[in-house]
């Protein structure tokens, strides 16, 4: 591997873990989100270019920041535009020394909400917070949310363009204002666990560093709005998955699916954490949302001791609840599933081949999990066949090689 490339594989690392704070500082100064993450960008590249001479900086956040704040201020001299204030930007700048650069991480907070402004869609919010917050490209947010890719890039521009033009504030919202917009910081939050908790691109089967992130963000959220049960229950939910993390690596870094997992490498702590906030949930008396509902699904997971012992029934009771709140095709197929488990593969193949999964006809999962029924009920051949369109549709990565395997396990001997 070439000096650069590495650079470059260190550089991606770098950004999963400072990026955010980058990005969060920067608005803090130009108060512009588009074009703080444009100096960021910038920045990267600069480094792309610096570093494989000069080496990996002790603090590289430090570096990133200050290279993309000179370039602000050399675009605002440019322009014409040095006032008072960029002088004493530069003034700040000039006084910065890289050990002495600690990011405030509440500003991601602030990023996460200036990101989810309600001058912006739902759909507009939750990509541009994946992109400046979770640091994804424009490829894996298009997995994750199952969209186009040049859909993705239109509204991220789109995006910035709106909030640059109705000034939004780098703030903690006024708690008046809370309503409209925890819908899609909850929203994004989860998403960007779910990145981290079943990478949608590359070598690594989970991200910690997002997940980890996620979970910091639901409970500055859980102190904010301490009132709200769906808050409470998403914190619930990652908690328990998050339990998992350590089983659901192998030896080698092979996924391990639920089903395999050595059940006492899970986080026992982590559990009992995840369940009182279930509990604190379920004590505000105001229903189980969708956050609830998936999270009293984990619950289940995290009390049995085996497959064998879990309440498989319970499960299939959970998600049709959760199908009814959510009206998700992808809740509609991991209930195929837990039928399949509660009542036999059969029953859950009658179910998923009588649903309308129309809007999953691009995703790997139905024909994934119908290959493994059809393994179940002993019809190879059939199996074969849905496992190997799984493939197709996959990239290369953990999830497809677990596909690839039970494929393979499938040939004649």
Request: hydrophobic share 45%.
């Amino acid at each position: 591997m070439s000096e650069r490339s590495e650079t470059r594989r260190t550089l991606d690392a770098i950004w999963r873990i400072e990026g955010a704070q980058v990005v969060a500082t920067l608005v803090r100064v130009v108060g512009d989100l588009g074009l703080a993450e444009d100096l960021a960008q910038d920045a990267l590249a600069e480094a792309l270019d610096q570093w494989p001479g000069s080496g990996i900086p002790r603090n590289p956040g430090a570096w990133l920041t200050s290279v993309a704040k000179r370039r602000a201020i050399d675009g605002w001299r440019r322009s014409e535009r040095l006032d008072d204030r960029y002088r004493a930007i530069g003034r700040d700048l000039s006084d910065t020394v890289e050990h002495d650069w600690e990011p405030i991480r509440d500003d991601v907070l602030k990023l996460v909400f200036a990101a989810c402004h309600p001058v912006l869609s739902r759909d507009a919010r939750v990509v541009l917070t994946l992109r400046v917050v979770a640091g994804l490209s424009t490829e894996e947010i298009s997995r994750l949310l199952l969209v186009p890719v040049s859909t993705v890039q239109q509204r991220v521009v789109r995006a910035k363009r709106s909030l640059a033009a109705a000034r939004v504030p780098f703030e903690i919202p006024e708690t008046g204002e809370w309503p409209e917009r925890l819908g899609a910081v909850t929203s994004v939050v989860y998403l960007m666990f779910t990145e981290g908790y079943a990478a949608s691109s590359g070598e690594e089967w989970v991200r910690r560093d997002i997940a980890d992130e996620a979970l910091r963000l639901g409970r500055i959220l859980v102190s904010l709005v301490p009132r709200e049960a769906e808050v409470h229950a998403l914190l619930a939910l990652m908690e328990l998955q998050a339990s998992r993390f350590a089983a659901r690596r192998g030896v080698d870094g092979a996924p391990v699916l639920l089903e395999d997992q050595d059940r006492r490498r899970w986080d026992r702590g982590q559990i009992d954490r995840g369940v009182r906030a279930l509990e604190r949930a379920d004590a505000l008396g105001r229903g189980r949302g969708p956050y609830a509902l998936q999270a009293a699904i984990a619950a289940c997971h995290a009390r049995a001791s085996s497959v064998e012992e879990t309440d498989w029934h319970e499960i299939v009771a959970l998600y049709e609840a959760l199908e009814q709140v959510t009206h998700n095709p992808v809740v509609t197929v991991n209930r195929a599933v837990a039928m399949a488990m509660a009542s036999g593969p059969l029953v859950g193949l009658r179910f998923l081949d009588e649903a309308d999964l129309s809007a999953l006809r691009s995703s790997y999962l139905v024909p994934s999990v119908r290959g493994e029924l059809l393994r179940r009920v002993g019809r190879r051949g059939e199996a074969a066949q849905e496992l190997r369109r799984a493939v197709e549709l996959l990239p290369d990565g953990p999830q497809r090689r677990v596909i690839e395997a039970k494929l393979a396990a499938l040939a004649p001997m």
